[in-house]
Nanobody, 119 residues
Framework: QVQVVESGGGLVQAGGSLRLSCAAS????????MGWFRQAPGKERDFVAAIWRTESRTDYADSVKGRFTISRDNPKNTVYLQMNSLKPEDTAVYYC????????????WGQGTHVTVSS
């Protein structure tokens, strides 16, 4: 089992920055990659970014490329999402999730952290 807990959300003005953190615990050595997703009010949950645990590999949604950066600190079992040049349309609940080696979907999800970008 893996547990993930997000933190770092809040209210920020358009153009500002926030950094989200995601701490994993439990069987962290079984994690293949960690991802960030977001769900805006009335919309489906969308992929934002992902980072592989043991490879130098990342992936981003087109909507955040050049503005968001995902990184990891493996000794701390923590993944970060640095969000710059925030826009009102980035307002959402941001979720962190873990994908376990040998599986093809994210099975372990956090409770989410709210990000509100005011115009």
């Amino acid at each position: 089992q893996v547990q993930v807990v997000e933190s770092g959300g809040g209210l920020v003005q358009a153009g500002g920055s926030l950094r989200l953190s995601c701490a994993a615990s439990g069987r962290t050595n079984s994690i293949n990659r960690m991802g960030w997703f977001r769900q805006a009010p009335g919309k489906e949950r969308d992929f934002v970014a992902a980072i592989w645990r043991t490879e130098s590999r990342t992936d981003y949604a087109d909507s955040v490329k050049g503005r968001f950066t995902i990184s990891r600190d493996n000794p701390k079992n923590t993944v970060y999402l640095q969000m710059n040049s925030l826009k009102p349309e980035d307002t959402a609940v941001y979720y962190c999730a873990a994908l376990i080696t040998g599986y093809d979907k994210y099975d372990y999800w956090g409770q989410g952290t709210h990000v509100t970008v005011s115009s």
